[in-house]
């Protein structure tokens, strides 16, 4: 999912222009955001905590135009608590983004 990065950035260019220093503040605001849903995700184990968790991982992406973390967070969404899967390709779209160590994921 390499385009995910490149989706993120520009959306981000698209927002605030050409400020590096803001476009760097707003992407670590969204991967930490994400990197907490997914981890609300991996410990989530009633059906409420885990759709609370999918629908707010859901809403971030599609504010930040992040269209694949969209469509997982709709697999999650259509999954049991802890569905393996879709904690696997959540972390590793995660780890796309080049500043989320697999450990903490």
Known sequence: MAY??????AALAAAVGSDPDLV???????????ARQIDLLGRARCDANWHFAALRLKSLAASFGVQGIVDLADQALEGAPGD?????ELAAAMRDFGEIPAADL
């Open 4 to 9: 995910e990065s490149g989706a993120l950035n």
């Open 24 to 34: 760097a503040e707003l992407r670590g605001a969204f991967i930490e955001s994400a």
């Open 84 to 88: 393996p899967v879709v904690l696997r």
